[in-house]
């Protein structure tokens, strides 16, 4: 039985992303921040281990890494993130909060892969997914994005540099880029169900290679421009 881990597991992609891996028969382990989503992962079937961990929280991170030690993952999906306030201006803009989004958004990720490389190192499939967006391509990019998007940019360059670290050892390091999803985040006016999201990138996921390590793909498999 393959495993997968997935952080930010409580609501949204995490959640969809939980639920379709446990139908199709992984061993789940879903990270919350909170405890009140237990009980809805916990519905998804007796493979998904829930877990309490925080990204903004370096402490948490390592206890669950000695928790999980020895347990091989095949894919780390590094799905937790915020977005944090929106409309702001030059002139306008909350630094605090930016603070705040890029803890969560590129340290989170960056901690949870460095602390679980070995247990991806060790699995069959040796894959970790970063959950960028189009937002953070450099090319794309636009006024009003600035927290959410520059974070993302960050990521993409984690991603790149994780890959080239972790390349002897076999382990696939990607971007994934969502699209505009219904979701809390996303909004109503999305274009995109989860469920339609999700069994995308799944399917990249699965087919994904040792030669796609470092790329920036969207849901649809397509390269998306740093």
């Known amino acids: ?61 390592g206890r669950l890494a000695a928790d999980l030690r020895g347990v091989a993952i095949d894919v780390l999906i590094n799905n937790a993130g915020i977005y ?26 960056a901690a949870v892969s460095e602390a679980l490389r070995d247990n991806v190192a060790a699995s069959a499939r040796r894959t970790i997914v970063m959950m960028s967006s189009r937002l953070g391509s450099i090319r794309e990019m636009r006024a009003g994005d600035y927290l959410y998007g520059s974070s993302k940019a960050a990521l993409n360059a984690v991603t790149k540099a994780f890959a080239s670290a972790l390349e002897g050892r076999g382990v696939v390091v990607v971007a994934l880029s969502p699209g505009w999803v219904r979701t809390d985040m996303g909004g109503t006016n999305a274009p995109l169900a989860p469920e339609t999201s999700i069994a995308g990138m799944r399917k990249v996921i699965a087919g994904l290679s040792r030669r796609d390590s470092g790329r920036f793909i969207s849901y649809d498999g397509s390269d998306i421009p740093w």
């Open 84 to 109: 944090g306030p929106s409309g702001l201006a030059i002139g306008k803009l909350d630094y605090a909060a930016w603070e705040q989004v890029l803890r969560v958004n590129v340290l989170g990720p």
């Open 1 to 61: 039985m393959p495993t997968v881990l997935i952080t930010g597991a409580g609501r949204g992609l995490g959640l969809e992303f939980a639920r379709q891996y446990a139908a199709d028969g992984w061993k789940v382990i879903a990270t919350i921040r909170r405890p009140d989503a237990k009980a809805t992962l916990q519905s998804l079937g007796p493979d998904v281990d829930v877990r309490l961990a925080d990204l903004a929280d370096r402490g948490s991170i």
